[in-house]
């Protein structure tokens, strides 16, 4: 299944990189800050995110946090080049991080990071739709459910 991925970074090489590892099996689309980013969410459905941590203006984890509202199903992955405890734990508690890579990464364990998120993107996709079918079934056929529920409660 092709994907479409946003990678996310200031540095334009960071960016290039990114793209070619992965524009042969999913369509990568680029932005050179959190605030792009954004507006590229408002107008695109993506599968994943690929974020610099340390960017000016809007780090890596308030991008994340801010397109829960428009990319809520999109899997996320932060690059980062430092370690900060705080901010990976932030990440961690309100973006619904997927995984953190380390700069540099290497390229095919990057791949593979990648390609796991996006099987896990289509689990979570899955499963959601899954859940609104036996929703809308529950609903379309309430009697069957409620004869069982009274049934249960009367055997009491």
Sequence with gaps: MRHTILAVDDEPANLRMVER???KEHRVLTANSGEEALEILRQEQVSLIITDQRMPGMNGTEMLRKSMHDAPDAARIILTGYTDVEALIDAI????VYKFASKPWDPLEFKQTVEDALRDHETHVEQRRLVRDLLAFVQSHPSLF???TMLEATSD
């Excluded at 508690?93 to 619904?96: A, D, K, Q, W």
């Design 21 to 23: 590892l992965l524009r």
């Design 93 to 96: 508690n309100t973006s619904r």
């Design 146 to 148: 409620i004869a069982e």
